[in-house]
Structure formats: structure tokens, C-alpha cells
């Protein structure tokens, strides 16, 4: 079916979207379904005791929204590249969902900020503890991104002390080379004094997931004028 030049743009806009959305989606599936079934961390899901702990909350979030996301992600494509109106208002209701639900964690993040950043500590903390104990690759990575993405190295942040020092990102200047800051610290500054900030980001995201749903409805109108022209045209010609 012919789109206007408007609902195709809103066409492609979708395609890249889905296509972030299911890359992260997979990422995150795929690190919590690692965590949870590794032979070096599936034991700590079979302690009655430890079922409540930040560890095993964080890993069945990340499993739990990665499936979502793959679920949002097939609707969205499948709608938007075979132009199926049905799909793409289920996806919109999806989206709605999401972006909602986007809005209240950055608003529960930011009243809560003490509370978060001290669970998000503890995460970091079994994810630590645990590397340390098995080498297990896939925390290794895990721990490598978020000391370069939040620049701190480890629990103690003196790499000559640093029992995790691969996965330390490089010093920047010389007193970094003796005394870099560390993680646990960073992530509650993070969550305390940049509480607005951790807000804006959930926000944000939530903003780009609106931005695809008005994609999403634009996209439905155009199909549906599509169709009605297609219509319109048959009666008259029969």
C-alpha cells in the first residue's frame, strides 16, 4: 500500500526504533538469562533465603523487561513493516504502558533516591562478590561496562589494591593512576546528588517512547486513509 510522504517518514522513524529497542531488549535478556542459569550463579536462586536480595531482584527485572521489550519490538515491527493496522494499535497500547511506567520509576527514583541508590550499591556489591569468586565472563563484562560508564574502579577505587583491576577503566591524569573513585560511592552520589538527573533519564526515555507512539498513530492513519482510498476506488470502478 502507498504511503504519504509523512507516514512513510513515520514508517522508517519506527524501523530504527524497533531496531534500538530490540538490540538493548536482547542485551538485557540475554545477561539476565546468563545470570540466572550460569552454572556459577544459578545456586544463589535455589536459597530460599536470598530470593529477596538486590542480586536476584536485579537479574528477573533484567529478564522481565528484556522479554517485554522483544514483545513491544515484534508488534511494532511487524505492524510497521507489513502495514497491519491491528499490530500497530497493540503496540501503541504497548508503548503507553511503557512510557507510563517509564514516568512513575524516574518519579519513584528521584522521592526515593537514598532508598534506590542503596539497593543499585548492593546489586553492584553481589555482582562484585561474585566475579571475585567464580571469573564468571559474563559479570565480568557486566562490571567492565559500568566502571567505564560511570568511570570508578571497583569497591576500594586504588588499583593497586583492586582485586577487579581488568575491569577498571584507564586513569585519567596521574592521581588517578593511585587513587581512582569507587563504584559504590559514585552510584549513591549518583542516586543523592544527582537525583534529578537519574529523573531526567527515565523521563527521557519515556519522551522518545511517546515520540515513537505519535510515529505509531500517524502511521495508523495513514494506512487507514490508504485503505479507504483503495475502497473507494473498487466501488467506483465496480
Known sequence: MALDGCGLFCKYILFIF????????????????????????????????????????GVTVLI?????????????????????????????????????????????????????????????SSMYALYLSNGDPAIGVTLTFTHKMLHCCGVTGIPVLELAKQTCPSP???????????????????????APLVMGIFIGTGALLITALICSIVLLQAIKKGQQAITEYYSKVY
Not at 23 to 50: C, K, P, Q, Y
Not at 178 to 189: Q, R
Request: negative net charge; charged residues 15%.
Open 172 to 194: 585519567d591524569g596521574i592521581l588517578e593512576h593511585l587513587v581512582m573513585p569507587n563504584c559504590p560511592g559514585i552510584i549513591l552520589d549518583v542516586f543523592n546528588r544527582k
Open 64 to 124: 522481565a523487561l528484556g522479554a517485554v521489550m522483544l514483545i513491544v519490538v515484534a508488534f511494532g515491527d511487524y505492524g510497521a513493516c507489513n502495514e497491519k493496522r491491528c499490530a500497530l494499535q497493540v503496540f501503541s497500547v504497548l508503548l503507553v504502558i511503557l512510557a507510563a511506567a517509564e514516568v512513575a520509576v524516574g518519579v519513584l527514583a528521584y522521592s526515593r533516591s537514598d532508598e534506590v541508590g542503596a539497593q543499585i550499591v548492593e546489586f553492584y
Open 18 to 57: 524497533n531496531l534500538i529497542f530490540a538490540v538493548v531488549g536482547m542485551v538485557f535478556l540475554g545477561l539476565g538469562l546468563w545470570l540466572r542459569f550460569s552454572a556459577n550463579t544459578r545456586g544463589i536462586f535455589e536459597i530460599d533465603a536470598l530470593n529477596s536480595s538486590a542480586f536476584v531482584m
